[in-house]
C-alpha cells in the first residue's frame, strides 16, 4: 500500500452572518462571540494516480486553541460531495457547504484539546474522494462544531506556514491484470 499525504492548497472560515476569511494563521471551528464559525480546507488531487484504489483517508490537523468542554466535530464532504471549490464560493453558500453531505466523522471530542490530530474518514469518502479525482482533481471538506453553539476551537490553517491541515490517502495501483502493487 502506498500513503500519499497532500498539503491544504486553500483553507478559511466562514461566520453565520457570512464573513469570509481565508488569509488567517488559524481557522475557527465553533462560537466566538455568538457566531458560529464553519471551516473548509481543499487538497489538490495531482499526487494520487487516476488508477488507485483508495482504501483509507485521513484528515490530519493540528488543534492550536481547544473547544470547550462540550465541543463535537463533525467532517463532511464540501457541498455534500467534496467536488465543489471554495475559493469560488463567497460567504453565503461556503456556510451552508461546510455542513452540507453526511459526516464522515460525527460528533468527535478532538478538538477538546490541543496538538496533532488525525481523524479516520468514513461513510462515503473513499468512493467520494475518487469521483473527486476523476471530475475536478481536488477534494474539499468542511468542519463544524454540531449545534454551533460551543466555543471555537483554533486549528493552524495554511498562512501559518507550517502543521498545516493534510488529507491522507492510503491506496494501491494495479500493476496488471488486476493486481495490485504494494509499497511498504
Do not use: W
Not at 59 to 75: E, M, S, T
Not at 106 to 111: A, C, F, I, P, V
Not at 126 to 140: I, L
Amino acid at each position: 500500500m502506498t500513503v500519499l499525504t497532500i498539503d491544504t492548497g486553500y483553507d478559511g472560515d466562514v461566520n453565520n452572518i457570512f464573513a469570509k476569511t481565508t488569509n488567517g494563521a488559524t481557522v475557527r471551528i465553533g462560537t466566538v462571540s455568538k457566531a458560529p464559525y464553519h471551516s473548509f480546507v481543499r487538497f489538490p488531487l495531482t499526487g494520487l494516480p487516476g488508477n488507485a484504489t483508495i482504501s483509507q483517508v485521513r484528515l490530519l490537523i493540528n488543534v492550536g486553541a481547544a473547544g470547550g468542554a462540550p465541543h463535537l466535530l463533525d467532517i463532511h464532504p464540501y457541498n455534500s460531495d467534496g467536488q465543489a471549490d471554495p475559493s469560488a464560493d463567497a460567504g453565503d453558500p461556503c456556510y451552508s457547504r461546510s455542513a452540507a453531505g453526511t459526516a464522515y466523522v460525527n460528533d468527535d471530542t478532538g478538538l477538546r484539546t490541543t496538538g496533532a490530530k488525525a481523524f479516520t474518514l468514513g461513510g462515503t469518502v473513499v468512493a467520494d474522494v475518487g469521483n473527486a479525482k476523476a471530475a475536478v482533481n481536488r477534494f474539499s471538506l468542511g468542519l463544524h462544531e454540531e449545534g454551533d453553539n460551543d466555543n471555537a476551537a483554533s486549528i493552524t490553517a495554511l498562512d501559518n506556514g507550517s502543521n498545516i491541515p493534510q488529507l491522507e490517502i492510503t491506496y494501491t495501483v494495479p500493476i496488471s491484470g488486476g493486481i495490485h502493487a504494494q509499497v511498504i
